[in-house]
């Protein structure tokens, strides 16, 4: 499973604005993943994991979600990973 089809599952809900899934240990490591994301009522993360529970094998559920005001991108819009890394580290 990529991350990019973990970050689908989160964008089932209407609450996500955006999201990137990051692997902490390896560039694609999805059994390590953290999940950050934009949401309109940042009180719903819970509501995440239960989607989450109910979408993905359990080895692919994030480890951790965390809410951002934005993810960072660069000027052609690909996600800035290792801003989010340094998040986490």
Known sequence: ???REI???????PE?????????DEPLATEN???????????KIE???ELCKT???PRYIPKKIIPVDFI???KTGKV????LKEMVL
């Open 47 to 49: 509501t995440l994991f």
């Open 33 to 43: 993943a953290v999940a950050f994301v934009v949401l309109k009522d940042k009180d």
């Open 16 to 24: 996500v604005l955006d999201v990137a899934v990051v692997g902490i």
């Open 72 to 74: 960072p991108k660069t």
């Open 1 to 3: 499973m990529t991350p």
């Open 7 to 13: 970050e689908d599952v989160f964008y089932e809900s």
């Open 80 to 83: 800035v990973f290792s801003e």
């Open 55 to 57: 979408k993905l094998p």
